[in-house]
């Protein structure tokens, strides 16, 4: 694949100070607007905790279902739409539930839930975890790039159904529902501002049910949108949780190219510089659902694989994994959910050179997920990439009990380093689906974005 350039040298255009755009400047790297963010009135829902929600690819059924409970305006309503009984009435399909997120929001704005704040801004916007990692970055609506153009990096493939799920959700609200986690580094300027924002009293702050802290602040003077504009003018922002959403984003703006100055050139984003906060990179684990552990161990080539069966309990074979991951070779951690846990290591070079294709960098040929998929998966176990076949899960305690569940296989894999990822991002190479998991993750349902108020 090409390998990506870099974004070119700040321009040095001044602001063009347009209306409803303050501080944009055209830049040939990251171009971050400001938007009338779409809020939720504390006094009409009460606690805001309660009508948040983590992103929808990590919301499993159960925490959906507690969600939804916690408040009738939680926003896990919005972004995993059910219908409701007089909505699903001759074609319960994924256009009803469309539709249904659609009426939502479009009600709880007329009743005043959500409110439009009353000018564009930019958010500075602050978690702090009980383990005491903090996380500032900024959220606005970014300039929509394909990665032909080196600026907004992807470092995962993307699966189709997902895609098309997004879209259709999107197309429906016209809204940003929830924003992408991005990261890039840039030169100080836009820190100042952040840190200069956190020091004043936030717009909203609340802790959610993880003991997480949150605190959202607007910048709105157009100094300080200036310096964020032209710090962002010479970045690039690798993707670190969003790539389904950010090919949302592409698909939809390809739709709308015949509109001038078209809303769907922009989506909502969260821009982390990783240089002051670095984020946690997790593993997201499989759950193979139709194939046993006996009929997974028993298929594999005692020629290329080693097995060994693990003492004691998920963390003390998580420990293993750790261990195991200094060694050469690949390493996974197989089960069925049943309390047994066995060390998978290899391939032989051999193996690996037979299944893995060779057109690309020899660090992606060895990435645990490469060889997860391009061997295990495909030649060994023969298991189909679909929803049916494989589960993904972020936490290892999950995919241990959908293991148990379903009577199938759970593989769990060690985290790939955030510099590991970024390097092969800046080739041009992405990673197998599902590889990564950045955090932490924004909330979703502190600031959204309504495509009708620009």
């Known amino acids: 694949m090409p390998r990506m350039s870099a974004p070119r040298a700040e321009t040095g255009n001044e602001p063009s100070g347009g209306p409803g755009d303050p501080g944009h400047v055209a830049t040939a790297g990251l171009s971050l607007s400001p938007f009338r963010g779409l809020r939720y009135d504390p006094h009409r829902v009460g606690d805001l905790a309660a009508v948040t929600s983590p992103p929808y690819d990590v919301v499993d059924p159960g925490r959906r279902l507690d969600l939804e409970t916690a408040d009738p305006h939680n926003i896990v309503r919005l972004i995993l739409p059910r219908p409701e009984p007089e909505d699903a009435s001759d074609r319960p399909d994924r256009d009803t539930r469309y539709r249904h997120a659609a009426r939502l929001l479009r009600d709880w704005r007329q009743q005043g839930v959500l409110a439009a704040d009353p000018r564009p801004a930019l958010y500075v916007y602050e978690q702090r975890t009980p383990s005491g990692t903090l996380q500032r970055g900024l959220i606005g609506a970014l300039a929509v790039s394909g990665p032909e153009a080196g600026v907004v990096l992807p470092h995962e493939d993307v699966m189709p159904k997902p895609v098309a799920d997004r879209v259709?959700?999107?197309r429906t609200t016209r809204a940003n529902l929830e924003p992408l986690l991005l990261t890039y580094r840039g030169h100080g300027r836009a820190a100042e501002v952040i840190e200069r924002a956190a020091a004043t009293d936030p717009l909203?702050?609340?802790?959610?049910?993880d003991g997480t802290h949150h605190r959202l602040w607007a910048l709105t003077d157009p100094a300080d949108l200036s310096a964020v504009t032209r710090d962002l003018a010479t970045c690039r922002?690798?993707?670190?949780?969003?790539?389904?959403r950010w090919e949302m984003y592409l698909r939809l703006q390809r739709e709308h190219r015949h509109l001038p100055r078209s809303p769907w050139d922009r989506g909502l984003v969260l821009l982390v510089d990783t240089d002051r906060y670095p984020l946690r990179v997790r593993a997201i684990h499989r759950v193979l659902q139709?194939?046993?552990?006996?009929?997974?161990?028993?298929?594999?080539?005692?020629?290329?694989?080693?097995?060994?069966?693990?003492?004691?309990?998920?963390?003390?074979?998580l420990h293993a994994l750790a261990e195991?991951?200094?060694a050469p070779g690949n390493s996974f951690v197989l089960t069925a959910g049943d309390g047994r846990f066995h060390l998978l290591t290899g391939p032989d070079e051999a193996t690996l050179a037979a299944a893995v294709r060779r057109d690309r960098p020899e660090e992606w040929r060895r990435l645990d997920a490469t060889v997860l998929h391009s061997v295990l998966l495909d030649r060994t176990w023969h298991v189909p990439d679909s929803p049916e076949h494989i589960g993904y899960l972020h936490s290892a305690e999950a995919a241990v009990r959908e293991a148990a569940r379903t009577g199938g296989t759970a593989v769990l894999l060690h985290p790939v380093e955030e510099r590991v990822v970024r390097r092969l991002a800046e080739q041009g190479v992405t990673m197998p689906r599902k590889s990564t998991s950045f955090g932490p993750k924004p909330a979703t349902g502190l600031v959204l974005r309504s495509l009708e108020l620009g």
Do not use: K, N, Y
Not at 204 to 209: D, F, I, K, R, V
Not at 237 to 243: E, M, R, S, T, V
């Open 204 to 209: 909203l702050a609340t802790t959610t049910s």
């Open 237 to 244: 922002a690798l993707i670190a949780d969003g790539h389904h």
């Open 290 to 317: 139709r194939l046993p552990l006996d009929a997974a161990l028993t298929a594999l080539d005692p020629a290329a694989w080693q097995v060994a069966e693990l003492p004691g309990t998920l963390p003390d074979a």
């Open 324 to 326: 195991a991951h200094h």
């Open 168 to 170: 259709g959700l999107m």
